[in-house]
């Protein structure tokens, strides 16, 4: 599939494993009900549909957790006081899976 895609070739696949349909495709449509919902590409649908988070991971006397928002991250007091002031462990970027963007989108859960 990639080559023929490499080739300038148009192939529609239909799947429900999501993963498949990101790798391999450069646009994605989802159709419920015999009707497209929304088509674009899957690097499009993440950042209109998705939630784009930074995880952080730290220490103080115990185990810690915060999520922020990923847009502005640089000027986030709160993540910035957790940087300067706390022992990080780790920071983990999140963003949607095409699989959640669908359940969003339609309401509807992948079969």
Do not use: W
Request: glycine share 10%.
């Amino acid at each position: 599939i990639l080559e023929q895609r490499e080739e300038g070739k148009t192939i529609f696949l239909t799947t429900h494993v999501m993963h498949d349909a990101e790798e391999l495709c450069g646009r994605i449509a989802f159709i419920v009900n015999g009707k497209i919902a929304l088509i674009d590409s899957p690097r499009a649908l993440k950042l209109e549909y998705g939630r784009r988070l930074v995880r952080v991971e730290y220490f103080t006397g115990e185990a810690r957790e915060e999520e922020f928002p990923l847009d502005g991250i640089g000027g986030n007091a709160g993540f910035l006081r957790i940087l300067r002031e706390e022992n990080v462990q780790a920071i983990h970027t999140e963003e949607a899976t095409l699989d959640e963007i669908f359940i969003k989108v339609t309401g509807t859960a992948l079969q």
